[in-house]
């Protein structure tokens, strides 16, 4: 019963509305990540701005910021070198997955969508006279962990990757507890 219930409050917790999401002010140099655990496997969650990851936050407009866009999501999908989980319990990164509105999945390293609907395109190409879109990256982290009784915590390097960042805002859910913490280039690990 537990585990199906830490099961349902991490998946809570990997999971954004699309009401909610539409509605939720976001603030530059801010970032919320939500981490869970459950059995040997750990889920990281993250809701950024994307000025906080590419200085901007709509649809690229020139070669050099597709490049900008191509190398953030190179970054990210190495997340083994932005999250570094407790070295004894041996975990390794086994999956990300990267979205945003306002840019194409392709550039993230996702798989294009096969048959976009015309929404989804317009999402991804600005309107004439539109007003610029304050647009996030949402991704997803997850690692296997060998010893998932020695994972007790979660080195965040994103301060260091990407210099927009101020504050993160974590929250985390284990079999054990749930605890939130207020992450900072100087303060930048979560225990549990």
């Keep these: 019963m537990l585990s199906r219930t830490l099961s349902a409050l991490a998946a809570a917790l990997t999971i954004v509305s699309p009401i909610a999401h539409a509605e939720k002010a976001h603030v530059h140099g801010v970032a919320e990540l939500n981490v869970g655990v459950d059995k040997d496997t750990l889920r990281i969650a993250l809701e950024s701005p994307l000025e906080n990851l590419l200085g901007f936050e709509?649809?690229?407009k020139s070669d050099k910021e597709l490049d900008k866009v191509r190398r953030m999501a190179s970054q990210l999908r190495?997340?083994?070198k932005l999250f570094l989980p407790t070295p004894g319990a041996g975990c390794k990164l086994v999956n990300v997955k990267l979205e945003s509105a306002v840019l194409d999945?392709?550039?993230?390293?996702?798989?294009?969508?096969?048959?976009?609907?015309?929404?989804?395109?317009?999402?991804?190409?600005?309107?004439p006279g539109a007003k610029p879109a304050h647009a996030d990256l949402d991704g997803e982290f997850v690692f296997q962990c060998a010893q998932p009784a020695a994972l007790q915590g979660l080195e965040v390097k994103l301060f260091d990757a990407f210099p927009g960042y101020?504050?993160?805002?974590?929250?985390?859910?284990?079999?054990?507890?749930?605890?939130?913490?207020?992450?900072?280039?100087?303060?930048?690990?979560?225990?549990w």
């Design 105 to 127: 999945p392709a550039l993230l390293g996702e798989a294009p969508v096969a048959a976009a609907s015309p929404g989804q395109a317009a999402a991804r190409t600005p309107q």
């Design 78 to 80: 190495q997340a083994d």
């Design 166 to 191: 101020r504050q993160i805002r974590a929250q985390v859910v284990t079999a054990k507890r749930q605890s939130a913490a207020r992450l900072s280039p100087k303060a930048n690990t979560l225990n």
């Design 58 to 60: 709509r649809v690229p």
